[in-house]
């Protein structure tokens, strides 16, 4: 149940660290950057302070080798202009450019200091090594630092230091505020998502659904909206039914007097034209209408008392019942009366106990069962299944006939609607009202052996049985 939360905190860790770890990360570069930027600048006075010893250095040198060539110290090496070919490249480049004299260095790597002198038919070089120090190497050190200096010069540092944390920042701040936003949009959608529900449960649809799966606190938010919203839809669904019922009722109460007070007379008179005997030519059809009548009007003290019982209002007696002694005993009863009917039965272990009026019970499972064997018909099978599912205990019927269709399973638990052929068409009715005072329901389900299937539920005994009383005597009070 802490999922939302943990979701929280670790959306604040990584819009916040993250972000974090990458404007230190690169504030410490910017550092790195600016502590070089400080090392060119002592890179550029100590190559200048080199530069200048260097120039001291090869001019004290040239002074030095001239000394020596003036004292006669230092013997030449002579390059005649009839050897001309032979002649190395310095050699010759000196001679073409007319100068009496020049100073350079030479050597691989500048070890040594000429010193080169025009006579009329050849050319004097007098040299002398520098020792340790390479000139052409140092010249490429020094330029080379020379250029880097220059590099760093032609950058605005300071300006891109400040550039680059800006634009750091804000893709920080851009990608915290994107992970937010998704963030939120997971968060609020399914926020959004069950604020629609209820706003539309709110505006009377009870079959408004949220699609759920998640195992934090929202998709527990979402589990309860959906079961209250189908308890509210049967709670619906049931007033529906009872209010109806409550109309019949009045009506049954109506229709069962007025009948009543015409069927006395006429099968009292009928059974008096009956004893009489009469004779004569007509006395055969005397008693063939006196048979007809007689039978119509039993028919019709059927059908009243049929309205009597459902504008009945019976005293309910809620006890511990087992259950699944009163589905055997009923089925025990119907074998006899429906001996080539299979029934199969399934019932929960331990036998559990429902909070229920017994009577009622009866009369709800004969119903059924009686209506599953009519429905299965010779060689057909009926399953009776029970089970306790969380404080509820389940019972359900089964049968293989050809099933209910959509008109019949519309008008189903409708009184005066039958789809049997002798049935009163108020046996369904009467059941679900029955159900219901008992603080359960019934309704059609989807049944295992391709026909009609009904499913009762009472409850167990081990739910608040004095609130389930209560509900009941409630209901019982208001005319149901």
Known sequence: MFG???????AFLITTLAPLSLTLWVTGWLVEQSLSHSMARETDELSRALEQAGHAFYREAQ?????????GRVAPRRFL????????AEIDTFWESGEKEATQHAGEEGE???LLVRHEQEV???????GAMRMEQVTALLSRTRQSVESVRARDLRRGFLLTLLVVAAAAGTVALALWLIFAHRISGPVQKLTGALERLAAGDFSVRVPSGRGDEIGAAMDAFNRMAEELQHSRERLIMLTRLESWQSMGRKMAHEVKNSLTPIRLAVEEMAARQLHGPDNAFAELASRVIADEVTRLER???AFSDLAAEPPVHLTNVCVNSIVKERVALLRGAHPDVIYNLRLAPRDPEAVADEDLVRGVLTNLLENAAEAAGPGGVVVAITRAVRGTMSIEIHDSGPGLSLHARQTLFQPTISFKRTGMGLGLSIARKSAVLCGGDIEPVPG???GAAFHVTLPLS??????????VAAWAQDGF
């Open 124 to 130: 004097w070089r007098y040299s002398r090594s520098l």
């Open 303 to 305: 059908r009243v008392r």
């Open 63 to 71: 002074e030095n080798l001239r000394t020596a060539v003036q004292s």
């Open 81 to 88: 202009l009839s050897q001309r070919a032979s002649w190395p």
């Open 4 to 10: 939302f939360r943990r979701r929280l905190f670790a």
């Open 462 to 471: 081990s739910t608040n049985e004095s609130e389930t009383k209560e509900q």
């Open 448 to 450: 295992e052996l391709g």
């Open 112 to 114: 040594r200091l000429d």
